[in-house]
């Protein structure tokens, strides 16, 4: 009998343990969808994409149709830096920080260019990168 309670208390203590070490994976803040130095606008803009239609869109890009999923369009916002036209290689656009307020998310860009006198190639450059914030809250960008 005395192994029996034993047993049982085992088998109760080991399955409330697994139970309880289960999590569900909480995704980060924002995520670099795409950043690349040639294939953006020619002009310099940041526009943030919210509504549904607008991120149905990015689904038809080849590079991001695998990256965004139909759950997405109600629970994320995406952001499209472009740097606009340059005429050498070395420029490049992304994301410095996110920080999440009680009311909006704050996102700043960082822009990198070559160094002055260093060797680049001199071709014309379109630096972009699309960014999803997993929040649906206000974006500002700065």
Same mark, same amino acid.
Request: charged letters at 25%; hydrophobic letters at 40%; aromatic letters at 6%.
């Given at each position: 009998?005395?192994?029996?309670? /034993?047993?049982?208390?085992?088998?109760?203590?080991?399955?409330?343990?697994?139970?309880?070490? &289960?999590?569900?994976? &909480?995704?980060?803040?924002?995520?670099?969808?795409?950043?690349?130095?040639?294939?953006?606008?020619?002009?310099?803009?940041?526009?943030?994409?919210?509504?549904?239609?607008?991120?149905?869109?990015?689904?038809?890009?080849?590079?991001?149709?695998?990256?965004?999923?139909?759950?997405?369009?109600?629970?994320?916002?995406?952001?499209?830096?472009?740097?606009?036209?340059?005429?050498?290689?070395?420029?490049?656009?992304?994301?410095?920080?996110?920080?999440?307020?009680?009311?909006?998310?704050? /996102?700043?860009?960082?822009?990198?260019?070559? &160094?002055?006198?260093?060797?680049?190639?001199?071709?014309?450059?379109?630096?972009?990168?699309?960014?999803?914030?997993?929040?649906?809250?206000?974006?500002? /960008?700065?």
């Amino acid at each position: 009998m005395k192994k029996i309670a /034993i047993l049982s208390l085992s088998i109760l203590l080991y399955s409330c343990g697994a139970s309880s070490t &289960k999590s569900a994976a &909480k995704r980060p803040l924002y995520e670099v969808l795409t950043q690349q130095n040639d294939g953006g606008a020619s002009i310099h803009f940041f526009e943030i994409l919210s509504e549904p239609n607008e991120i149905k869109m990015l689904q038809s890009d080849e590079n991001l149709k695998n990256k965004i999923s139909a759950n997405d369009i109600q629970t994320s916002n995406f952001v499209i830096l472009n740097m606009g036209e340059k005429n050498t290689a070395g420029y490049k656009i992304g994301i410095e920080d996110v920080v999440e307020t009680d009311k909006n998310i704050i /996102i700043t860009v960082k822009e990198t260019i070559p &160094k002055p006198g260093g060797m680049v190639t001199q071709v014309f450059t379109n630096p972009f990168c699309v960014v999803r914030i997993n929040s649906k809250k206000d974006i500002i /960008i700065k």
